[in-house]
């Protein structure tokens, strides 16, 4: 495990407060405003963040354990902590949510927690997800249509599934006390409906809140930088950008594809900075698409609004869709999307 | 009236107890009463007053209750023609009196052991039912005897079905619920009956408690509901079920369905509204349960209404414990459940052992939850409240996502129902605080104006300059761009603010709790309410020259005055903030009286609290940290002096002040410095001349000069006694009256 540059060290972590005056020996109330002041008072992203390593995996999790979480689309929340959640209830968790879950889906009929239902909910953990030692850990919930003939005891299919991670949340951490478990993000994947139900339930039980976590034009050119910036044994998938340009009757998409190699060597032309990436660089990045793409075409991409960034290492869409392709990154992935989920439950 | 009755109906009873044979000298007597009083009405009925006469038919009536009852209790079983006739009349008086007044319990207890027994016809059973009707109260004791007949089994299954409607209707009236309670099992046993069933669900929906909710009831309500499919009373009751212990069962009701029961008081409507009035609040309406999942339509999966549905449990305390035993749920924790605390005693008796709802969000709906998160120390308690709170804000937030604007109107509903807890609890949420951060930004000043400057009001006490970036200086900028409408709300809303932020420290003094958050120094705090003060100030001056010196504006600028001059008094706290000039010069003259009045009210303030401050100084001795500079008395004499020699000397800006005569040349006030006093200050000179025509009417010419001497003195009088009570306070004070000109 590699240092990483945790957000202590970043500029507006550093940023000095009067208000260390007013507050000595703060509640979590209070450093939890604390922090929101920081955040807005400051540029709400630090100018300067880690390119993802390698693999920033635990030494002992074989990253190939996590290989079903890849090549699927993920649609993201925030969450706030959940109240009283206990890693040891599993079982429980999946009889209650399995029975909320049946009742939902009869309108109106009563089902007896533990009864027999058509699904099956199972609740396990993902063990070695996580950034520090501090985050806790990460956890899946998956409903699996159970098989009708009763000779086969095979799961069947898997209708939903929904993971819980927090991948070097600290400055989430320090502002709750030990009641609460932080799992800012949320990832599910399979029918709206289901997650809506799904949802309710944990809101009900632990009192957290579900807020779906968009991602907007100037975190997406982050993304777009620091995953070119990752070095890849051989690349899947070309580089794109999707910009969507607002005008009526119907809105007008402008795609643009690089080779990832061109893409990374423009990046190399920008980087100075070893290991780090900067919003200048970032802004430096986009300005050279820009300016290419008017050469050719005498359009100012600048003024239409970034939707989507795909890369051999994820794709991401403004909507809050992510697709994680390559495992090594997964972390590194996770570490972002974890950062903007706290940023939007501050 | 009704002790008269009561006395009686024990007599009856008595009577009716004594044995076999008082029946017919109990019948005689009443004979004879009914025939003395029938005479004596016809005799008297030309002397006495209307209320009297009503009085006594009153009494008749009374008495001919009685008779009915006894009648029906100890009536004979043979029916005959004239037997019938007998029935029929005693049948009409009982109906007659019930309707009217109402039954005592006595009365009540006597014709539901007669309509239970089985002793008339199911058509008098019904007739007796539908006039059982309580004055006031039924007692428990009566309940339970009737449970008994239903045991006998006398009765048809018509005359059950009423009792059941009956005692559904009925059900606040009954005195005490404990025995009743008792009888659980037997009512739930009654399910059975195709024909009881609903009756009985909405029975035991009223009765249920937490500790009547069984695994083996869940499971029989369960075969039930296999058997007859989707009942709308079995899913009332099955949810009321889970409500209580989620964790053996779920249910998910239909959004549209309204209408669980079908309506069981509609026999006794107007009766029972008529008992509702007579008895004026008595006795408490009993816990009504809400149905647990209804809820407007659900607009998105996030939330059903914006604010959750108070609602305790806890799943994960339940299954925290090993295993889940069964067994666990047939002993209640000793906590005590939410859906029972209706009272300030009931929360200080079970505070200690309160269960907090499942969504801490529901606080917001239940003042006396409000006062439990007042003086709760958990900071879980707080937390869950703040991050509920803060998502809630930014998600129905109607102008932080775009087209996010029909919801305005529940927007506006739900910042509401957030101010009214904030004013409850005359302090404002962190998650408010932190929501202002972020979306005063980006609000449009139009948007919820009143609600979100408001919220404004209510930020808590914190160090104004860390506060300024990140809200002020937002605020500002809408405040100079906006109508001067806006500027007096956001004037008014600073106003509350500093309000609430004296108030909080003025507290916070002399409470000085070791807890409290705020580990702030005097010093401090009374540097950050400087700045405010300040801030305000250069508001003011900026708006007062954007808006052409508006006296509207004025208004609420002094409004503002008024509460900062008297902080020093009014709050204790050693801070003395004077207007800065741009608002005391267009104030002392404004064309206004009523500005005028203010502004001598506020520095009669002023000067209060400055005396008030040097005196404590003097007597302290003691260089104290908040003494005020030389130079805050310095600006208040000079003020001071301006003040005077605008009303009173005539002799305005000696001093710091100099303007070109030719300037005033132009303007045809060379002359300006006798223009500036009591007479002809433009404020006043208006009262003047209604003071010298109404005083000399006779006089051709107005001649303002005129008012000197005793006439000043009598145009003072004559102004204080027009309503300027300012003025005066500060005349008296402020002049001396020796130097009358």
């Known amino acids: 495990m590699d240092s990483y540059d945790a957000p202590e060290s970043t500029p507006r972590q550093c940023a000095s407060s009067g208000l260390k005056d007013y507050f000595i020996g703060a509640t979590p109330l209070q450093k939890r405003l604390e922090s929101v002041r920081k955040q807005t008072s400051f540029i709400p992203t630090p100018p300067r963040r880690k390119i993802p390593q390698c693999s920033q995996l635990q030494e002992d999790v074989d990253p190939q354990k996590f290989a079903f979480l890849l090549h699927k689309q993920w649609t993201l929340y925030s969450l706030t902590p959940l109240y009283k959640f206990s890693y040891t209830n599993f079982k429980e968790y999946s009889k209650l949510l399995n029975a909320f879950i049946a009742a939902e889906k009869q309108k109106g009929l009563a089902v007896e927690v533990g009864d027999d239902f058509n699904i099956k909910v199972i609740f396990s953990t993902l063990l070695g997800m996580k950034g520090t030692q501090r985050d806790p850990e990460a956890f899946l919930v998956q409903i699996l249509s159970k098989s009708q003939l009763p000779s086969e005891h095979r799961e069947g299919k898997v209708l939903w599934t929904g993971w819980f991670c927090c991948i070097f949340g600290d400055s989430l951490l320090e502002t709750v006390s030990e009641d609460f478990t932080c799992l800012p993000l949320f990832l599910a994947n399979g029918a709206e409906t289901n997650t809506a139900i799904i949802g309710t339930w944990f809101q009900k039980t632990f009192d957290c809140y579900f807020r779906p976590l968009a991602i907007n034009a100037f975190n997406l050119s982050w993304m777009a930088a620091m995953w070119t910036a990752c070095k890849m044994d051989h690349y899947m998938a070309t580089t794109e950008f999707l910009w969507s340009v607002p005008c009526s009757p119907q809105s007008l998409d402008i795609s643009y594809a690089i080779h990832p190699e061109d893409a990374k060597a423009l990046w190399d032309s920008v980087h100075k900075t070893p290991g780090e990436v900067t919003q200048e660089e970032v802004d430096l990045f986009m300005d050279c698409l820009y300016s290419h793409f008017h050469r050719h075409f005498k359009i100012h991409l600048s003024a239409t609004r970034l939707v989507r960034v795909s890369t051999s290492v994820a794709s991401a869409h403004t909507d809050g869709k992510i697709k994680i392709l390559c495992h090594k990154y997964l972390i590194g992935v996770l570490a972002y999307l974890t950062e903007l989920a706290i940023f939007q439950i501050e | ?741």
């Open chain 2, 1 to 741: 009236m009704s002790l008269q009755r009561k006395v009686k109906n024990s007599q009856a009873r008595k009577r009716t107890s004594q044995g076999s044979n008082s029946y017919q000298t109990t019948l005689s007597a009443w004979k004879v009463t009914e025939d003395l009083s029938d005479s004596k009405s016809i005799s008297k009925h030309g002397q006495n007053n209307p209320v009297e006469d009503y009085e006594r038919a009153d009494d008749q009536a009374e008495g001919a209750l009685q008779i009915a009852l006894t009648y029906f209790e100890k009536g004979s079983i043979k029916t005959s023609q004239s037997k019938d006739k007998t029935l029929e009349k005693h049948l009409k008086t009982v109906e007659n009196v019930a309707w009217k007044n109402g039954l005592a319990p006595e009365g009540i207890d006597i014709l539901l052991n007669v309509a239970l027994s089985g002793k008339f016809g199911s058509a008098v059973n019904t007739r007796i039912f539908k006039c059982m009707i309580p004055a006031t109260l039924i007692s428990e004791d009566s309940v339970v005897t009737a449970v008994s007949w239903l045991c006998v089994g006398k009765c048809s299954g018509s005359t059950k079905v009423l009792f059941y409607r009956w005692l559904v209707a009925m059900f606040d009236f009954i005195d005490h619920k404990e025995q009743i309670n008792l009888l659980y099992g037997f009512f739930f046993a009654s399910l059975q009956d195709d024909a009881l069933c609903p009756y009985v669900c909405h029975l035991l929906y009223l009765l249920t408690k937490k500790e009547n909710v069984k695994p083996f009831r869940v499971r029989k309500l369960l075969d039930l509901q296999a058997k007859m499919g989707m009942q709308p009373h079995l899913q009332a009751l099955l949810s009321l079920y889970k409500f209580f212990v989620p964790t053996l069962i779920s249910v998910s009701l239909p959004m549209r369905k309204k209408i669980y029961f079908k309506n069981s008081e509609n026999l006794w409507k107007t009766a029972l509204l008529a008992v509702r009035q007579r008895n004026q609040g008595l006795p408490p309406e009993p816990l009504k349960l809400m149905l647990a999942n209804v809820h407007p339509i659900k607009r998105k999966w996030n939330s059903h209404s914006v604010i959750p549905v108070l609602n305790s449990r806890n799943y994960s305390k339940e299954s925290g414990k090993k295993g889940m035993n069964l067994s666990d749920y047939f002993s209640s924790n000793g906590s005590f459940p939410l859906e029972q605390l209706k009272s300030f005693p009931q929360l200080l008796q079970n505070i200690h052992c309160l269960e907090l709802p499942s969504q801490m969000g529901a606080v917001l709906n239940n003042s006396l939850l409000l006062h439990y998160i007042n003086c709760v120390r958990d900071e879980s308690v707080l937390l869950r409240l703040y991050h509920w709170l803060s998502q809630t804000l930014q998600e129905e937030c109607i102008w932080y996502k775009v087209n996010n604007y029909e919801h305005g109107k529940e927007f506006t509903n739900f910042l509401d129902t957030i101010l009214k807890a904030e004013c409850f609890l005359q302090e404002g949420f962190y998650s408010c605080e932190a929501f202002l951060y972020k979306s005063l930004p980006l609000w449009d000043g139009l948007c919820c104006r009143s609600q979100f400057l408001q919220l404004v009001s209510w930020i808590p006490f914190s160090s104004f300059s860390e506060v300024k970036p990140l809200l002020f200086d937002h605020l500002s900028r809408l405040f100079f761009t906006s109508t001067i409408y806006f500027k007096c709300s956001v004037l008014q809303c600073l106003k509350e603010l500093l309000q609430n932020w004296l108030l909080w420290l003025s507290m916070d003094i002399h409470v000085k709790s070791v807890n409290s958050p705020l580990e702030t120094t005097l010093g401090g705090s009374m540097n950050s309410v400087s700045k405010l003060i300040h801030y305000v100030g250069w508001l003011s001056t900026t708006a007062m020259r954007l808006e052409n010196n508006s006296t509207f504006l004025l208004h609420f600028i002094l409004d503002f005055y008024e509460k900062v001059c008297d902080i020093y008094i009014n709050y204790n706290l050693p801070l003395v903030v004077l207007f800065p000039p741009g608002v005391f010069y267009p104030a002392l003259l404004s064309l206004d009286s009523s500005i005028l009045n203010q502004l001598c009210y506020i520095m009669d303030r002023y000067r209060k609290n400055l005396t008030a401050a040097k005196k404590n100084e003097l007597v302290q001795k003691t260089k104290s940290e908040f003494s005020f500079s030389s130079k805050t008395y310095q600006e208040f004499n000079h003020y001071l002096t301006a003040t005077v020699g605008c009303l009173w000397t005539s002799k305005p800006f000696q001093k710091g002040l100099y303007i070109d005569p030719k300037v005033l040349e132009k303007a045809s006030v060379a002359e300006y410095k006798n223009s500036l006093n009591l007479v002809h200050h433009p404020a006043l000179l208006g009262y003047a001349v209604f003071f010298l025509l109404q005083e000399w009417p006779k006089e051709r010419k107005v001649n303002l000069s005129s008012i000197r001497g005793k006439k000043w003195n009598w145009y003072l009088d004559y102004l204080f006694s027009e309503g300027l009570q300012g003025l005066k306070l500060f005349i008296r004070s402020s002049i001396h009256r020796s130097s009358v000109p």
